[in-house]
């Protein structure tokens, strides 16, 4: 459910252009900030997903926010990530979006190509961005929202029960293969209940990596069509199939049930998945004894890992707000402020900019994700544009169908037939 639910209130329609050369022109005619005084503020709304620790340090920023601009009242609400998107696909129909709020990348174009998000060229500081990071903020080269924070692509493992039972330690350029092999050696050594890693061909971010590998991409450049063949669809749903039948990655009848990433559930010794994740996942599991470790993901190509910089998350100001220089001067200050940029710390993230990153307190998790982003910096390529607006459906029709696979109901080219018929007719609603 979501906390303290958003009072629904009417918003004129206006053009997202006129929007942005409004808060433009003030800026150009010296205007100090938007109307609004501590007896009779402006309130702007903003949402995000998160659980209840991003919540504090949320809440934190905002309220040092609101005793420096007495004029501005921000009205927060926060969501898991499902519920979230859940009630943002809904309102879309009506158009009664936060002013602002969080965006997560394969969400840009559904909200963006619908004009549902305010152009923020102009509009929101823009100098400070780490290299790169504000490619992944436009559409069709116009700018519609900004990073908070980033990351990419990892393979965070249990170093203490690779080193425990002679498993090498993963590295850059390890094969596919390798992995296989250490979680074939690891998952034995553990005991019942658990896992030396997980069944990665349930993700559709990982195959996107595997086809980045071979120079491919999950998508064709315009978000029409996928971009690989039937084909390859059954070799990527194949390549754990022995692990899943030997039983050395968890069933998909204990994984379904899980309500915690199995890692700080002793349950798992690795799994691909993104870097930031490291921050949150490792305090739980030094608690229990165990010790995590960042490596990079297995490759085909030892100089293709098929990694690139994504945003964790970004931040957007709705097309039809009523307050658009309060919420551009909210995100400002949500990116750029010193003190609020010390009390997020990396909860997001690694920091989109390079304030961000000087005033950060750097605990030994967020430095062993930087250490790992550095590690792999020569081999970060061109992010894949925006993926389409129907990306969130596919994605879970991915899991959905592959997990039919799992249960034994379908084979991997009855699965991957269906995928396809499902995601052409998903994508060409979108259309």
């Known amino acids: 459910m979501i906390r303290d639910p958003y009072r629904l209130r009417r918003r004129s329609l206006f053009a997202a252009t006129a929007a942005a050369a409004t808060v433009a022109a003030a800026a150009a005619c010296g205007d100090d900030g938007p109307a609004g005084t501590a007896d009779d503020p402006i309130e702007i709304s903003f949402e995000w997903w998160g659980d ?5 340090i949320t809440q934190e920023v905002i309220d040092l926010f609101q005793s420096k601009n007495e004029g501005i009242k921000v009205q927060a609400n926060f969501a898991d990530f499902p519920t979230y998107w859940e009630g943002l696909t809904g309102r ?5 979006l936060p002013d602002v709020f969080q965006m997560d990348y394969s969400r840009l174009r559904q909200f963006g190509a619908n004009g549902m998000l305010l152009p923020l060229e102009g509009v ?58 250490a979680i074939g ?23 996107e990596l595997w086809l980045r590998q071979q120079g491919g991409s999950f998508y064709t450049e315009d978000g029409k069509a996928l971009n690989f063949e039937v084909a390859k669809l059954v070799e990527w749903w194949g390549t754990t199939t022995d692990l899943y039948t030997d039983g050395l990655v968890p069933p998909v009848e204990t994984t379904i049930e899980w309500t915690e990433d199995g890692l700080v559930q002793d349950a798992l010794g ?38 690139y910089l994504k945003p964790s998350m970004q931040l957007v100001i709705s097309a039809t707000t009523e307050q658009a220089e309060a919420a551009a001067k909210f995100i400002d200050f949500f990116l750029g402020d010193p003190e609020a940029i010390a009390i997020l710390g990396t909860n997001r993230g690694i920091p989109a900019t390079n304030a961000g990153l000087a005033n950060i ?10 250490d790992y982003e550095e590690s792999v910096s020569q081999y970060l390529t061109t992010p894949p544009p925006a993926p389409p607006a129907a990306t969130g459906a596919i994605e879970a029709k991915f899991l959905e169908i592959y997990q ?11 699965a991957a037939d269906l995928f396809f018929t499902e995601a052409a007719t998903l994508l060409a609603t979108e259309q």
């Open 52 to 56: 209840e620790t991003r919540a504090g």
């Open 92 to 96: 879309m129909a009506s158009r009664d």
């Open 124 to 181: 929101v500081k823009t100098d400070d961005f780490r290299e790169g990071f504000l490619d992944t903020a436009k559409l069709d080269g116009q700018l519609i929202a900004v990073p908070a924070a980033g990351n990419t692509l990892g393979l965070i493992y249990r170093a203490d029960w690779f080193e425990a039972n002679g498993v090498a330690a993963p590295a850059a350029g390890d094969s596919w293969d390798d992995y296989k092999a």
């Open 185 to 207: 050696t690891l998952t034995p050594a553990l005991g019942e209940g658990k896992w030396g890693g997980g069944d990665w061909a349930a993700q559709y971010h990982f195959m």
């Open 270 to 307: 690795s799994e691909i998945t993104w870097d930031n994740f490291m921050a949150g996942l490792a305090p739980t599991v030094e608690a229990n004894g165990g010790t995590l470790a960042l490596a990079a993901p297995p490759s085909l190509d030892p100089a293709n890992l098929g990694l």
């Open 361 to 370: 307190e750097i605990d030994p998790y967020s430095q062993a994700i930087l």
């Open 404 to 414: 039919q696979v799992q249960y034994g109901e379908m084979t991997p080219q009855e």
